[in-house]
Nanobody, 122 residues
């Protein structure tokens, strides 16, 4: 599985960005997917997850109501729409492929891409 994240950039506080992650797999709907992020000097943390057919989504408390995860299985792509961004959202964002276990733990994921930088400036 290869994952390619894109869409990061510099945005002002209160702005929006949409991240994309393209996956090179034959049966994309077999994979639950998630977004994690890692800020400088901090551990990588869970942001949001979505089941294979997109029927269930999960969010970290810090992004609920601001971020939306979605997917387009016809194009092997998962998205993260980020609204009302603030400086605490500055991080490298990674899309990851779920293997087993809880969605909230990094140990449950076995593939990830190179990440895309999101910087929120005031």
């Amino acid at each position: 599985v290869q994952l390619q994240a894109s869409g990061g950039g510099v945005v002002q506080t209160g702005g929006s960005l949409r991240l994309s992650c393209a996956a090179s797999v034959f049966t994309f709907n077999s994979y639950n997917m998630a977004w994690f992020r890692q800020a400088p000097g901090k551990e990588r943390e869970f942001v949001a997850a979505i089941t294979g057919y997109g029927d269930k989504t999960y969010y970290a408390d810090s992004v609920k109501g601001r971020f939306t995860i979605s997917r387009d299985n016809a194009h092997n792509t998962v998205y993260l729409q980020m609204n009302s961004l603030d400086s605490e959202d500055t991080a490298v964002y990674y899309c990851e492929s779920h293997y087993s276990g809880t969605f909230y733990s990094r140990g449950s994921y076995n593939y990830w891409g190179q990440g895309t930088q999101v910087t929120v400036s005031s």
